[in-house]
């Protein structure tokens, strides 16, 4: 194999890939990226066997063929490279050169056929997908989703899609981040529940980021696959039950706070220097006209910042891990936000006060100290 690209192309694909290739695995051919050059274009794919990658990138082909690479070695070198074109020759001996202007490496590569083989999308299978409200559900709820339950299909977040409408949901038990959007499709399409495994949802929202127009998402029998810009993200399901989220969110939370984002968020920041690192709870004193936001902590001291807010219910006092409501106020971009309460020991429901184009639902439970 023989060919020339361009530095500003590979480094784009190279860069996505470094999230799903596996450093630190049994199998070393998991750590390579496959590249295949034919016709004007060479095929990068990497995968860790439960998620994968393909790409393309443009390049001038002297000869055909296919190898691997490792992937994080090879991206840190094209990284250095100056911008103009790259040289990727496969040598007699096994060796593959990487040459640009006067710098010149060869690499160890890895038997191509060692490389497992990935599903694909057939043309035209799945429905289309408005990216800019995949994006804004990626960010809203991939913090919320846990990584150590035992409870497997926690470790993913629930995607919904329905003709009218699309839902993305995590819960980690403790907190539920629900995100829902409108959207015209095809009537007679059934609705589609799929599990989304929390290393997928990452990938997708770098794959998102950035550009616009709409993506592909297509179920197969045991695979996921969301085409975007050319590029594909291959993912298995996760095989389970995941708990009726509508049930959780509460009904009856009669009372209601409105909080400037930033201003609350740099309270609860604030205090939490002197939580408990374990528990980091701060603590609300809901009372008419104001809340006071504490910590307390007997090795460490305590903090208290008082906002004014209007309220006119009956006093109680609400605690909370300050962790979990600073990940919500990142998330959002709206300069209000509402938290809405029952009482000291029921769900709260926090939302973004003026988002358009979607719904975005965050319950945390309380916690008793």
Known sequence: MELVVRKTDLLRELALFQGIVERKNTIPILANVLIEAKGDHMRLAATDLEVGLRGTCPASIAKPGALTLPAKKFFEIVKELPETDIRIEEEKNGAVKVAADRFESRMQTLPKDDFPTLPDLAAGDGSLVNRALLREMVTKTQFAITGE????????????????????????????????????????????????????????????????????????????????????????????????????????????????????????????????????????????????????????????????????GPAMTISFNAQYVLEFLNAVATDVVAIEFKDEVSQTVMRPVGATGYDYTYVVMPMRI
């Open 149 to 312: 339950d035992t409870r497997y299909f926690l470790n993913g977040a629930l995607f919904v899609l329905r003709h009218d409408g699309m839902a993305l949901v995590a819960t980690d038990g403790h907190r539920l981040a629900l995100v829902t959007a409108p959207r015209e499709g095809d009537p007679k399409a059934e609705e589609q529940r799929t599990i989304l495994p929390k290393k997928t949802l990452l990938e997708l929202g770098r794959l998102v980021g950035d550009g616009d127009g709409d993506i592909r998402f297509a179920r197969g029998e045991n695979h996921i696959f969301f085409e975007i810009d050319g590029r594909l993200l291959v993912s298995r399901m996760i095989d389970g039950q995941f708990p009726a989220y509508e049930r959780v969110i509460p009904k009856g939370n009669d009372k209601r706070i409105e909080f400037e984002r930033d201003r609350f968020q740099s309270a609860i920041r604030r205090v939490a220097l002197l939580s408990n690192e374990r528990s980091r709870a701060v603590k609300f004193a809901i009372e008419s006209g104001r809340v006071e936001i504490a910590s307390h902590t007997p090795e460490l001291g305590e903090a208290r910042e008082q906002l004014a807010v209007e309220y006119g």
